[in-house]
């Protein structure tokens, strides 16, 4: 450690009384803290669900679900009919989870009424999901009046605002928090309600008191947290190791070649020896890696929260009967990228691995082991059309 380092984190430490102002939230107990969820988007979602559903133990009835259909008809000018919707029996409701890969979805089959929410906490819109999850409502419930809403920390503008009515967690708050005083159920569902209440506050609207003190300590430290921050142990240095570990487990077994010098703790990278043979290396390393190899699969490791894996091109420094087998690989598997005078393409991504809470080894490699199976069958596929075209 340099001196400068040094002196930084001994100061800090001579001034450790300054993190007391954080025990008004460090040392308060809360569910969703104990349990590491308090910003994992599926577990918002069960919560959620659980508040929509009106025949939950909750003890808010039909409540939390008028308030969001009474937000929807507020920033809805289109309903011909909204005083039918608003008067609408909620006896019948029922709340779906993951139907299709949607969210949440209440239905009334007596109303003819769908409401259709995608929560986005950390993520974003992946693979045109909106307009997808909305030809699905609209091929099975043609008949029902259909309302639809993109949810996330700030109430942002989806890709289909024509459709798709922004909500905040701001406005989820201020429905459960106009409702919770008239509850009448036990000390510990009261407990559950108070903790949601105050992880969305803390790590999802960002609690400003709270804000202002890391602030000052920040400013007051910036040296030390900065190295601490950049040492800390966290969950995508976890997923790095483990994935490592796979790699080399697979490179013994002569399925894959890892690629160790080409690998960073987002992306991990490796060849086969199929596709080594269906695109020869370059004599020099002039990719846009700097690797003799024009392609590479990629193992994304993102953030920790997400593991995928992908076929991407490289077309610097391409001779000419590179590119021509490029294009080939392009008709049979095309890319979003379709420019010209393209540099990189990803021709095939496999599913992902989400919603990781734990890091469990074994699930972890096991996961991977599919993923792998998906690319090796992309590879198997993709050589013999190629073999067809010759």
């Known amino acids: 450690m340099n001196k400068d380092n040094e002196t930084a984190i001994k100061e800090f430490l001579l001034d450790i009384d300054c993190l007391e102002a954080l025990s008004k939230w460090s040392e308060k107990f809360n569910l969703f803290d104990v349990l590491k969820i308090s910003r994992t988007e599926i577990r918002h979602s069960n919560m959620l669900a659980w508040f929509l559903n009106p025949d939950e133990n909750h003890g808010f009835g039909d409540k939390i679900l008028k308030g969001f ?12 009919d909204i005083f039918s919707t608003l008067l609408m029996d909620y006896h019948d409701f029922i709340i779906q989870r993951e139907w299709h890969n949607i969210d949440m979805l209440a239905i009334s089959d007596e109303s003819k009424f769908i409401l259709c929410i995608e929560n986005k906490i950390d993520s974003g819109e992946h693979d045109d999901q909106l307009n997808r999850y909305r030809k699905i409502i609209e091929e099975h419930y043609p008949s029902y009046k259909q309302y639809y809403i993109f949810l996330s920390p700030n109430g942002i503008e989806s890709s289909e605002p024509e459709y798709w009515i922004p909500m905040s967690y701001q406005d989820v708050l201020d429905i459960i928090e106009k409702n919770k005083n008239q509850l009448e159920v036990s000390s510990d569902i009261k407990i559950l309600v108070e903790n949601y209440i105050e992880i969305i506050k803390r790590d999802i609207l960002k609690d400003e008191e709270l804000a202002k003190i890391c602030r000052d300590i920040y400013f007051k430290h910036q040296k030390a947290l900065d190295l601490i921050y950049e040492n800390r142990p966290d969950k995508a240095s976890g997923l790095f190791e483990i994935i490592t570990k796979w790699a080399a487990e697979k490179e013994a077994e002569n399925k894959i070649i890892f690629c160790r010098d080409f690998t960073t703790k987002s992306i991990s990278r490796f060849r086969t020896e199929k596709m080594d043979k269906l695109i020869p290396e370059s004599e020099k390393p002039n990719s846009g890696w700097k690797s003799k190899n024009h392609y590479f699969y990629e193992i994304q490791n993102s953030e920790g929260k997400e593991i995928s894996m992908k076929f991407v091109l490289n077309s610097d420094n391409a001779t000419p009967e590179q590119k021509e087998l490029f294009e080939k690989i392009n008709k049979i598997s095309p890319s979003k990228m379709q420019k010209e005078n393209w ?13 990781i809470e734990e890091i469990d080894e074994d699930a972890i490699k096991t996961q991977l082991d599919k993923l792998l199976n998906e690319i090796l069958k992309f590879e198997n596929d993709l050589i013999i059309k190629i073999n067809n075209m010759n």
Not at 69 to 80: C, G, L
Not at 343 to 355: A, E, L, N, P, V
């Open 69 to 80: 259909v009474q937000f929807v008809i507020k920033n809805n000018s289109d309903d011909e």
């Open 343 to 355: 540099q990189w393409r990803t021709h095939f991504s496999t599913g992902r691995i989400k919603d």
